[in-house]
């Protein structure tokens, strides 16, 4: 199935694996390059060295070219930007800023540039900064969301820019794929299914709670102080919502989350920590390798598609 994206970065499959900060580490990211997608190393709030390490592995584990998601508030994002440059990263998706102070210098190294967006005008400033594509994400998404729905973002984005367009938020299957190409989209990106991947470093209590999900199981944190985040619900979500309906500070809120992606992805507090995970996750029924996921995934959308293009 070839689309521009394919052909700008040499990929059997226009599909890529979301940035997952502590889940999208080298094992994953390397599993779904091998199978014909782009894996993402997702480096978060993590150091430049510990970026440079995950990237060294991935690349001993596989030949085909994989990204890093850089999050651009990251103290560390300068020095984990030219990091890339000298590891001889394929591609750069961004998140939370403009990334184009460093776009000559990702140029020049070959690097393609492709944030990730939640708006129309954030779409058209990433073109003018250099973009190679855009990620344009709904709010049916896990983790940080934005306001606008997949449905209703990406054909907008679609028109206003003339880069390719990757859908993101709300795809878990070849419906979603087949849907977002209708919508104009050139590929998709794809999360939540990927936490729950064989590959997947996520605890085991955390996918499980992923694969038995319904699908009004998630629900929004943030909203009070603009920084909205969509997880499955436990009792830390319930006691974060709580407190923002009784006018907790921006300061206490963090408090009770500091640290608590961490707790769910490594310690499998299902409790106490952040389950991020987006509306898509009643759809997802059971761990499966990213070889399995994705080829089931093309194969559905070749079918409702016809296998065009």
């Known amino acids: 199935m070839k689309t521009r994206i394919t052909e700008l970065l040499r990929i059997r499959y226009p599909l890529f694996q979301g940035g997952m900060a502590w889940v999208a580490d080298y094992h994953l990211a390397a599993a779904v390059s091998e199978a014909g997608g782009l894996g993402i190393i997702g480096a978060g709030g993590a150091p430049a060295q510990f970026v440079r390490e995950q990237v060294r592995l991935a690349k001993e584990m596989t030949d085909k070219p994989f990204g890093v998601n850089i999050m651009l508030m990251n103290p560390d994002a300068e020095e984990i930007a030219k990091a890339v440059v000298q590891e001889q990263v394929s591609v750069v998706t961004t998140g ?36 190679d594509a855009i990620i344009a994400e709904g709010t049916e998404s896990g983790g940080h969301i934005g306001a606008s729905t997949t449905m209703t973002l990406v054909p907008q984005v679609v028109d206003a820019v003339h880069i390719p367009v990757i859908a993101a938020g709300g795809i878990a299957d070849g419906r979603g794929f087949a849907a977002a190409r209708m919508l104009g989209a050139e590929g998709v990106q794809i999360g939540t299914r990927f936490v729950a991947a064989e590959e997947s470093i996520a605890h085991e209590n955390y996918k499980n709670k992923i694969i038995a999900a319904k699908d009004i199981d998630s629900e929004v944190t943030g909203m009070s102080h603009g920084h909205p985040v969509r ?25 009770l989350t500091l640290g608590a992606l961490r707790k769910a992805v490594v310690e499998g507090d299902i409790v106490n920590g952040s389950l991020m995970a987006g509306q898509i996750a009643g759809l997802v029924k059971r761990e499966q390798s ?13 079918g409702l598609i016809g296998g065009k293009g």
Do not use: H
């Open 96 to 131: 939370a800023g403009n990334p184009a102070k460093y776009a000559a210098m990702w140029k020049e190294a070959g690097i393609k540039i492709i944030p990730v967006v939640a708006s129309v005008a954030m779409a058209k400033m990433m073109e003018r900064a250099g973009a």
């Open 290 to 302: 990213c070889k399995e996921i994705i080829e089931e995934i093309m194969a559905q959308a070749k």
């Open 231 to 255: 997880q499955l619900r436990n009792a830390m979500t319930r006691e974060y919502l709580k407190m923002e309906k009784e006018g907790a500070s921006f300061d206490e809120l963090e408090k």
